[in-house]
C-alpha cells in the first residue's frame, strides 16, 4: 500500500459536455466548431491538457465538434489528453434512461466515440455509472480488447464507491487510475461523510466512507466534476444564507489572493490531500482563463481560510 497519488491529481481538467449545441437532435453547426475551437485553446492558455468527454453529452455532438477542430489543427492530438465515458444510454425509441456496461456496448461505444472524435485512440476510458447487471468478467474482457487494440490506453470509473473499485479491479488486469465524482464548495457529501464518523448522523451525507482514502491508497486520480458549484459563489444569485456567507469570503479571498473568485472555489478543492483535480466545465471563455491561478491558490491557502470556506458554505460550525 502506498499513500503516493497519481502523479497527474490535483491538475486543472477541461469538461466538454457544453460543447455541441442543445442536448436535442439538432445537428452541430459551424459556430458550434468555432466556439469549441475558442474553447480548447482558452482552456489551453489557462494550463488544461486533457479534455474529459462522454458518448451522451450533447448526444455525441461534443465528440463530434472536438474531432472537428482536432482534424483541422494539425498536431494538437498530441498536445493534449483525451478521456471519454461509457455505460450511460439515454431514453429513445421507446425505451428508457439506463446504465449498460455489457461487453458488447462497451466495445461499440468506444469505437463511436473514436469515430466522432477522429482519432485512433482515447488516453483514459470511464466506465460513467455502476451498472448493477454489469458482469465483471466480460467488461473486463471488453476493455482488456480495446487496451490490445491500441484504441484505450488508461482506465477510469465514475460515481463508484471503493467498494465497486475495488470489486472492479479484483478482474481487471490494468489499473484503475481515476474516479470522477461530483465535488465542490456546495457539494460535500464526499467531505461531511469524514467528520460524522461515530456520530448518530453518521451516514447521513450520502457518501460512503473510505473512498478518498482508497483513492489516495491505490494512486487513483479524483476528479470533480461540477467543481464551480454551477456559480453560487463567484457571480450567481445566492439561493441561501450559507450560500451568500460563502460567495462573501470567496471574493474577500480572491481579493487577498489577487485572483479571479473561480480560483479560490477551485483551489479549495485541490488544497485537500487527496489531490483533487477540478473539472472545469463552462464554455465562458474569461471564465475559463479566471481557473488559471487555481493551483497557485490552492498552495497559498492557509487552514483558517480553508476550513472557513467549509463552515460558510455548510451554514453551521463543524460537529
Known sequence: MTLNTSPNSGRLIYGCMGLGGDWDATPYTAADVDLAAAVIDAARAAGMTLFDHADIYTRGKAESVFGEVLAATPGLRDKITLQTKCGIRLAGEGLPGRYDLSGENILARVNESLRRLKTDYVDI????????????????????????????????????SAEQIAYLQDTVETPIVANQLEMSLGKRAWLESTVLVNRDDDGAAGFPHGTLE????QGIELQAYGSMAQGRYTGSAS????????AAMVSSLAESYGCAPEAVVLGWLMKHPARISPVVG???LGRIAACADARRVADAMSREDWYGLWIAARGGDLP
Do not use: Q
Not at 482508497?214 to 491508497?217: D, L, P, S
Not at 439561493?239 to 460563502?246: K, L, R, T, V
Open 282 to 284: 463552462t464554455t465562458n
Open 125 to 160: 476510458l470511464l466506465l460513467h455509472r455502476p451498472d448493477p447487471l454489469m458482469d465483471v468478467r466480460e467488461a473486463a474482457d471488453a476493455v482488456a480488447r480495446l487496451m490490445n487494440d491500441g484504441k484505450v490506453r488508461a482506465l477510469g470509473v465514475s460515481n463508484m
Open 214 to 217: 482508497h483513492a489516495a491508497t
Open 239 to 246: 439561493s441561501s444564507p450559507a450560500d451568500a456567507a460563502a
